[in-house]
């Protein structure tokens, strides 16, 4: 009974491609056109933010000029796509859109970038929204994201480990510098969750990062609650050049 109702269902509402909107085999995926249109990051990465890096990875840690120039409160970092093309029109779907069913396959994504440092015991964490925003918007997109990359990874994740005390306005256009200066002390562990943090490795999870402003007022927060160590991976990475 449940097969047939299951095909019944597949035939009123077939899966389609996520970015396009064609049908596809299955459900969260992408059809051909799409994915190689897609830009996953491979190959050489900076290992504090995961952006691509020309050349050959010769088994040193190797950082790029912004987090050379930066240096990152975490210990590694990693980004599934560049945010450009058709990366960046599923963060803004994602973001934005109510396509919150990006999540899904946007999550594994990223379990396959950060599996260099995932481990047991490990406690993953979105970056928080204020409560005025969540409300507007109905949802976190980062924790949609940490959700699913938990559940692909076999992690704990704890929705509520950090909180945004204060509501920043749009990061957007803004130089780096009043970015850093805007996120100073806006975020905070959660009082009643940072046991769950003390001593262990966090995992930080973002739809983007761009200057890293947030993500380093979320690990000083972490820092600050006691965490071993810190690590960050994030749907994409605002590369230089674009």
């Known amino acids: 009974m449940w097969a047939g109702l299951q095909t019944a269902v597949e035939l009123l509402y077939p899966p ?3 970015g396009c909107g064609v049908i596809v085999d299955s459900d969260f995926g992408l059809c051909g056109p799409c994915w190689a249109e897609t830009p996953f990051i491979g190959g050489t990465v900076c290992d504090a933010c995961g952006v691509p890096l020309p050349g050959e990875a010769d088994g040193f840690r190797i950082e790029c000029d912004d987090c050379m120039k930066t240096p990152r409160p975490w210990k590694q970092g990693r980004a599934a796509l560049t945010y450009k093309d058709r990366g960046r ?23 396959r970038a950060a599996r260099p440092f995932l481990k ?39 929705p509520d480990l950090l909180v945004r005390f204060k509501r920043t306005t749009s990061q957007d ?51 600050a609650g006691g965490a071993q160590e810190i690590y960050i991976v994030t749907l994409a990475r605002v590369a230089k050049d674009d």
Request: glycine share 6%; proline share 4%.
């Open 120 to 158: 047991d015991g490990m406690v993953i964490a979105p970056v928080p929204l204020h409560w005025t925003r969540m409300l507007k918007r109905k949802y976190n997109q980062s924790a949609l994201l940490a959700k699913t990359l938990a559940q692909k990874s076999g992690l704990t994740m704890c």
């Open 173 to 223: 256009g803004k130089s780096a510098a009043t970015r850093f200066a805007d996120m100073a002390g806006v975020i905070k562990p959660h009082p009643k969750r940072r046991h769950q943090m003390a001593g262990r490795a966090v995992l930080l999870v973002d739809d983007v990062m761009t200057s890293g402003a947030t993500l380093t007022a979320c690990a000083e927060a972490c820092r």
């Open 16 to 18: 389609r491609c996520l």
């Open 89 to 111: 029109q599923m963060v803004l779907a994602l973001k934005h859109g109510d396509r919150q069913e990006i999540a899904q396959p946007a999550g594994l994504w990223m379990a």
